[in-house]
């Protein structure tokens, strides 16, 4: 009986301190804030001090406050009073970057939204999702709050892309075409995508369009469009799967891009055509292949699972020699790159959330609600991707500095 009283009073005391806890942040979250935005003014302000009125009185000046508005965000409903500002002549008007005028959620929880609709929670279901992070204040987030919001996605993916590109130049295209379900349709849409690294080794989301299937048509209009806005010059190299239409398309437009096939999904295609007993030796063999410091021992490794395996289980041997031509690419890029130049793992870590919601619901409710909160968690999930190693490298790829062995040999 006492180690149960003991028991329900450590938790009472654990659920009193997170509750403390997360008062104090809050609370520290809100005066941050308010400090902020009071800081901004007074800079504002401050900058302005000289303009004068035919009196000789200043004509920006504070006035007071505005009435006190509530602010959603992780840590809680946050009261700030937000500094007002008057220009006496009637000229200007104070915006602050802070703190929009309309701005009633912190911009973490229109990312989190979206993730959450991914991971499966309907839009009927959020506020009880956003019960713990919120409060009483989740009811704010309604329904009608999630298609407003994807109206909004809507439209920014519209502007976004339809953005000028004159001034990017991309070392490595990563594409893909994902498939989808679509709640209130037939439809099965196929969102193209391409990631792209720049010439400083930054990752960025290139393009993704709602597309039919993964055909050359498809990929042609994306290519197209690509060129209009300014992407003259393709990759140097692209990487993608086998049963993209991509591969016919980037030879009209970029003729002078060179491929690399997944290794990813072509482990799994051999895999898939042998039996299981043989799986784990054959697997072997085929990280040798791409694991090998020099393209000479990783055809080695080729030409030693050919001979294995070519007279009992011809289906994984022709599934693997029909793609020799473009599965050792790499090894004509910097070493320090192989790592991510081998496979789509730029674009399938990322939407692996997407494929999980579409696993564990029937979709989104429409093809335009689909683009929406995809093309939200991609630009999300773009802040966190990593910078290409041996960085510094990529202007010599651009260059057209040729490499053996992943090391840089003389000059094309």
């Given at each position: 009986?006492?180690?149960?009283?003991?028991?329900?009073?450590?938790?009472?005391?654990?659920?009193?301190?997170?509750?403390?806890?997360?008062?104090?942040?809050?609370?520290?979250?809100?005066?941050?804030?308010?400090?902020?935005?009071?800081?901004?003014?007074?800079?504002?302000?401050?900058?302005?001090?000289?303009?004068?009125?035919?009196?000789?009185?200043?004509?920006?000046?504070?006035?007071?406050?505005?009435?006190?508005?509530?602010?959603?965000?992780?840590?809680?409903?946050?009261?700030?009073?937000?500094?007002?500002?008057?220009?006496?002549?009637?000229?200007?008007?104070?915006?602050?970057?802070?703190?929009?005028?309309?701005?009633?959620?912190?911009?973490?929880?229109?990312?989190?939204?979206?993730?959450?609709?991914?991971?499966?929670?309907?839009?009927?279901?959020?506020?009880?999702?956003?019960?713990?992070?919120?409060?009483?204040?989740?009811?704010?987030?309604?329904?009608?709050?999630?298609?407003?919001?994807?109206?909004?996605?809507?439209?920014?993916?519209?502007?976004?892309?339809?953005?000028?590109?004159?001034?990017?130049?991309?070392?490595?295209?990563?594409?893909?075409?994902?498939?989808?379900?679509?709640?209130?349709?037939?439809?099965?849409?196929?969102?193209?995508?391409?990631?792209?690294?720049?010439?400083?080794?930054?990752?960025?989301?290139?393009?993704?369009?709602?597309?039919?299937?993964?055909?050359?048509?498809?990929?042609?209009?994306?290519?197209?469009?690509?060129?209009?806005?300014?992407?003259?010059?393709?990759?140097?190299?692209?990487?993608?799967?086998?049963?993209?239409?991509?591969?016919?398309?980037?030879?009209?437009?970029?003729?002078?891009?060179?491929?690399?096939?997944?290794?990813?999904?072509?482990?799994?295609?051999v895999l898939d055509k042998m039996p299981k007993h043989l799986q784990a030796e054959a697997k072997t063999l085929l990280h040798r292949m791409y694991q090998s410091p020099t393209k000479a021992e990783a055809l080695g490794a080729f030409d030693e699972f050919v001979?294995?395996?070519?007279?009992?289980?011809?289906?994984?041997?022709?599934?693997?020699?029909?793609?020799?031509?473009?599965?050792?690419?790499?090894?004509?890029?910097?070493?320090?790159?192989?790592?991510?130049?081998?496979?789509?793992?730029?674009?399938?870590?990322?939407?692996?959330?997407?494929?999980?919601?579409?696993?564990?619901?029937?979709?989104?409710?429409?093809?335009?609600?689909?683009?929406?909160?995809?093309?939200?968690?991609?630009?999300?999930?773009?802040?966190?991707?990593?910078?290409?190693?041996g960085h510094e490298l990529v202007p010599k790829v651009l260059a057209g500095i040729r490499f053996t062995d992943g090391t840089e040999s003389e000059a094309a």
């Amino acid at each position: 009986m006492s180690q149960d009283i003991s028991k329900t009073l450590e938790s009472r005391v654990c659920s009193e301190c997170r509750s403390t806890l997360d008062e104090i942040l809050r609370l520290g979250a809100q005066q941050m804030l308010q400090a902020a935005i009071e800081a901004e003014v007074a800079s504002y302000v401050a900058e302005r001090q000289g303009l004068r009125d035919e009196t000789g009185r200043r004509c920006i000046v504070r006035n007071g406050h505005l009435p006190e508005r509530s602010l959603q965000s992780p840590v809680g409903p946050i009261e700030i009073k937000q500094p007002r500002v008057r220009d006496r002549r009637g000229r200007e008007r104070f915006a602050s970057a802070i703190l929009p005028r309309y701005l009633r959620r912190a911009p973490s929880l229109d990312n989190l939204i979206p993730w959450l609709y991914l991971k499966g929670i309907s839009a009927h279901a959020m506020p009880e999702a956003l019960q713990p992070i919120l409060g009483p204040d989740a009811s704010g987030v309604s329904p009608s709050t999630v298609v407003r919001l994807s109206e909004v996605w809507q439209e920014q993916h519209r502007q976004w892309s339809e953005r000028d590109l004159r001034d990017k130049r991309y070392a490595y295209w990563w594409v893909d075409g994902i498939y989808f379900n679509v709640r209130l349709s037939e439809d099965r849409p196929c969102l193209l995508v391409i990631v792209g690294a720049l010439q400083d080794g930054r990752k960025e989301l290139v393009a993704i369009l709602d597309g039919e299937r993964e055909s050359k048509l498809s990929w042609l209009e994306l290519l197209r469009d690509l060129k209009r806005r300014g992407v003259k010059d393709g990759p140097a190299l692209a990487i993608g799967d086998g049963a993209l239409g991509f591969w016919s398309a980037v030879s009209e437009q970029y003729p002078k891009t060179r491929r690399q096939r997944c290794w990813v999904h072509k482990t799994a295609n051999v895999l898939d055509k042998m039996p299981k007993h043989l799986q784990a030796e054959a697997k072997t063999l085929l990280h040798r292949m791409y694991q090998s410091p020099t393209k000479a021992e990783a055809l080695g490794a080729f030409d030693e699972f050919v001979a294995r395996y070519g007279h009992g289980r011809p289906k994984a041997v022709d599934c693997l020699v029909k793609d020799k031509e473009v599965l050792f690419t790499f090894y004509d890029f910097p070493a320090a790159h192989w790592v991510h130049v081998r496979t789509t793992n730029p674009i399938e870590s990322t939407f692996a959330t997407v494929r999980h919601r579409h696993r564990q619901t029937k979709g989104s409710g429409s093809r335009e609600a689909t683009l929406a909160m995809v093309f939200q968690l991609a630009r999300e999930a773009q802040r966190h991707w990593r910078r290409l190693d041996g960085h510094e490298l990529v202007p010599k790829v651009l260059a057209g500095i040729r490499f053996t062995d992943g090391t840089e040999s003389e000059a094309a």
